[in-house]
């Protein structure tokens, strides 16, 4: 998958050797490692609320812009707390999903109560022998919480990832990324990676899975994609790769809206939906496009919700 109007070959040689960020991620993560480790996990979630509403109050990055962007999206809606807050929660959520990470590499590894809810839907399309992707929704801790959950339950997943999923993506800066993608692979069967110049590849081996009645995860994109498809969101758009529908069709698994949300400070919900269904007689690109924006108006389901653990503000 390739940003839109731009191969990954070209992102490739505009990637910069070290990002300024790269220092300061070094260090904050070095910080949080005690608080990981030696902490209480009961303590995480008040620590981190306390720090995401002291950096916000001391308005340190581009706190503002991230204001206006909630107020915008969410500021007229009933019951939702004001843009401040969310903004504030979302850097405590951005904090915390930190140090579950970095718990895992303590002995013991981190272990919250993780429900899987609607894996009938999983067992349905498994047992229907035609595959089937889960279509993971960008809330902030899905990353970690949906593989750790479903393997749990049982399941061998394998998974679509990127060469940039991690802290950074400099070329130097994506040796962190082992920070995220060594806890994850604990629970994978397989994760394919998507560098620069194997998206065909890939996508024949996530087919060639797929016929073989396998489990895949992809996570929802918004700026990776050869397609992308635009739908209304929260009064105004997103924008998502069209892969994981494409593929459903190509394949003929079915494709799941799956979402984390968390519920108390060692309790998360894996919640897995009925499948994205295409609808009849349309042309492929149309059914694709349907498909997505479907999806699109279950994100914003979820979303309307629990706003401060929609991982995309940032």
């Known amino acids: 998958m390739t940003g839109a109007g731009r191969s990954d070959t070209s992102i490739q040689r505009r990637r910069p050797l070290l990002d300024w960020q790269d220092p300061a991620v070094v260090a904050w993560l070095a910080t949080l490692l005690p608080l990981s480790w030696l902490t209480p996990q009961r303590l995480w979630t008040p620590l981190c609320v306390l720090a995401g509403r002291a950096m916000t109050r001391l308005a340190l990055g581009p706190t503002a812009s991230r204001i206006e962007t909630v107020r915008q999206r969410c500021g007229d809606r009933d019951g ?38 609607g894996r009938e839907h999983i067992d349905r399309a498994l047992e229907s022998g035609t595959g089937c992707i889960v279509w993971v929704g960008p809330m902030m801790y899905a990353f970690l919480v949906a593989k750790k959950g479903l393997h749990g339950a049982g399941y061998s997943l394998t998974h679509l990832s990127h060469t940039d999923h991690g802290v950074s993506e400099s070329r130097l800066g994506r040796r962190m990324n082992a920070i ?16 620069d ?35 209304p969101f929260l009064g105004g758009t997103m924008r998502l790769a069209t892969g994981a529908p494409s593929l459903s069709l190509a394949s003929g698994a079915v494709v799941l809206p799956t979402f984390v949300i968390k519920r108390t400070h060692d309790h998360f919900e894996v919640i897995v939906e009925p499948a994205l269904a295409a609808p009849p007689s349309s042309s492929r690109h149309e059914a694709v496009d349907a498909m997505v924006r479907r999806y699109i108006e279950r994100i914003e389901h979820h979303v309307t919700r629990h706003p401060e653990q929609y991982a995309n503000w940032w």
């Open 80 to 117: 939702l707390p004001a843009p401040d807050v969310t903004v504030a929660r979302s850097r405590a959520g951005r904090m915390e999903r930190h140090l579950q990470y970095l718990r895992e590499f303590r002995p013991g590894g981190w272990n919250p109560r993780i429900e899987l809810t």
């Open 180 to 195: 995220r993608t060594i806890p994850e692979e604990r629970y994978l069967a397989e994760r394919l990676v998507m560098t």
């Open 197 to 231: 110049g194997s998206e065909l590849r890939r996508t024949r081996e996530l087919y060639d899975r797929l016929r073989a009645n396998a489990l895949v995860s992809i996570t929802a994109e918004t700026t990776l994609g050869a397609r992308q498809v635009t739908g």
